[in-house]
């Protein structure tokens, strides 16, 4: 597998420049592009089509909840990740709305950034139990789905066994951790997510995690 190409989206240069050298140093990561705010992202984008963009949230111009919506409408195989100053940010979830497949305190040690970033190329979401937590609590609502306001036909129902992942992803463990616990193959936890994502109609962890949390199939860590 080739090395993770990542844009960088920040209005701080100094910080932006910071970043990039860590992740330069790495050899499976590749810095490819930067921008200094949402509509320079988007044009950047375009251009390069990384794998991954780190997206601040406040930015003069377009901030990046804004972004993250248009470049998840035009480009949604781009994963966006959001570099946030608190787990109190209140736009962030907005963003989980738009897409983010994770967020990223701006405090985090190097290594754990690091560590984050190549589990999301396993499919896995960078997001604290803690944030998780909230953000499944301003998600809480009756057992009914978004779009219809029924509730969700049995065919879709989430198994025992998927419940049970998405339970371990809502308590912050990894896909590895997940396979171990229940005493399967990563590649069986990676197959059971895409089953749990096509049975919810979401695309990623974390919106998954949500939809099953407003259908009452599993509880906050």
């Known amino acids: 597998m080739g090395s993770l190409r990542i844009m960088l989206v920040d209005d701080s240069p100094l910080f932006r420049k910071g970043l990039s050298g860590l992740l330069s140093s790495c050899p499976d990561m590749e810095v ?8 320079e992202a988007m044009e950047k984008a375009r251009e390069f089509l990384p794998d991954l963009v780190l997206m601040d949230i406040y930015m ?3 901030n990046g909840l804004e972004a993250t919506r248009l470049i998840k409408e035009e480009m949604p195989s781009i994963k966006i ?3 946030t100053v608190s787990e109190d940010e209140q736009h962030l979830f907005e963003t989980v709305k738009a897409g983010a497949e994770g967020f990223v305190l701006k405090n985090v040690e ?7 970033l190549r589990g999301l190329s396993r499919g896995e979401a960078p997001i604290s139990p803690s944030m998780a937590t909230k953000i499944l609590a301003e998600f ?7 779009e219809t306001g029924r509730t969700s036909p049995a065919t879709d129902r989430l198994t025992e066994r998927e419940k049970e992942v998405l339970q371990l992803i809502v308590e912050g463990h990894s896909n590895k951790e997940i396979a171990s616990l229940l005493g399967v193959s990563e590649s069986t936890v990676k197959n059971r997510l895409r089953n749990i994502m096509d049975k919810l109609h979401v695309y990623n962890r974390i919106q998954a995690a949500i939809r099953a949390f407003q259908r009452r199939e599993i509880s906050s860590p």
Do not use: F, W
């Not at 490819?32 to 509509?39: F, K, T, V």
């Open 32 to 39: 490819i592009g930067e921008a200094g705010d949402g509509l």
């Open 60 to 62: 003069p111009r377009c």
């Open 81 to 83: 990740v959001m570099l």
């Open 110 to 116: 190097p290594e754990a950034l690091l560590q984050m």
């Open 140 to 146: 809480a609502q009756p057992h009914q789905t978004r």
